[in-house]
């Protein structure tokens, strides 16, 4: 299996709802990522995950907090958002964040939309 | 500061002509270089990367150290090449793989 992939592909909550959405890869990947991008913006990175340890935070507002239960799955669970979060949110992997040449393959995405 | 800049929003050529997409990068050091295209309604998926130097459905980019750029060329636009692209940069040394994406450039390939 040499995709990522993304559930669900769509999300519809209200700012008081508690959600997560869950990317898969068995590319045997040891970095994932999450994004947020906005139509025709490219993609900001919210969190990296290396070897299943948190490595980057880019001071992602709480509301939004990533888990990495094992090397092949991540989630991210979103709690009270708000209407400005609605997005395509984009996970990713690569192989190794530490070598040269690491291309991220991107998932289809999850488009979350805020009432 | 690590940056990466895309001058056109929007790039529209006809069918056949040539076609270049300019990116030009800030960073102190050795960057890795990408590209990255993102098709309507597919997933965004690597184009290509400076180390490798090869060419990839007609386009080439070539790394200019000495203007900071990796412009994008095809000689020969077709309209499947419409998408949106964006060239993207990766520190060889730090920040786990962290991607420093441009704005993107809307190449847009008219019959």
């Known amino acids: 299996d040499t995709e990522v992939t993304q559930t669900p592909k769509h999300l519809v909550m209200g700012m008081t709802n508690k959600k997560s959405l869950k990317c898969e890869q068995h590319?045997?990947?040891?970095?994932m990522y999450w994004y947020k991008q906005k139509a025709k913006k490219p993609p900001e990175l919210m969190f990296v995950y290396s070897y299943e340890k948190l490595s980057i935070n880019e001071s992602v507002p709480s509301r939004f907090s990533p888990e990495c239960p094992n090397s092949s799955l991540l989630n991210l669970h979103l709690h009270a958002l708000q209407p400005e979060d609605s997005a395509l949110y984009l996970c990713?992997?690569?192989?190794?964040?530490?070598?040269?040449?690491?291309?991220?393959?991107f998932g289809p995405g999850t488009r979350l939309t805020v009432l | 500061a690590q940056r990466v800049t895309q001058p056109e929003k929007l790039l529209s050529v006809f069918k056949g002509a040539p076609v270049e997409l300019k990116c030009n990068y800030s960073?102190?050091?050795?960057?890795?270089l990408f590209w990255y295209v993102q098709y309507s309604r597919q997933r965004l998926q690597l184009l290509l990367r400076?180390?490798s130097r090869e060419s990839i459905k007609g386009f080439t980019a070539d790394l200019n150290k000495g203007e900071t750029s990796f412009h994008l060329k095809k000689p020969f636009a077709q309209e499947e090449d419409s998408a949106m692209y964006y060239c993207a940069l990766s520190s060889l040394y730090n920040q786990g793989g962290k991607l420093i994406f441009g704005q993107g450039t809307e190449l847009s390939v008219k019959p």
């Open positions: 590319m045997g990947h040891r970095a």
């Open positions: 960073y102190s050091g050795s960057p890795e």
């Open positions: 990713a992997s690569s192989q190794d964040p530490w070598t040269s040449g690491n291309e991220q393959f």
């Open positions: 400076h180390i």
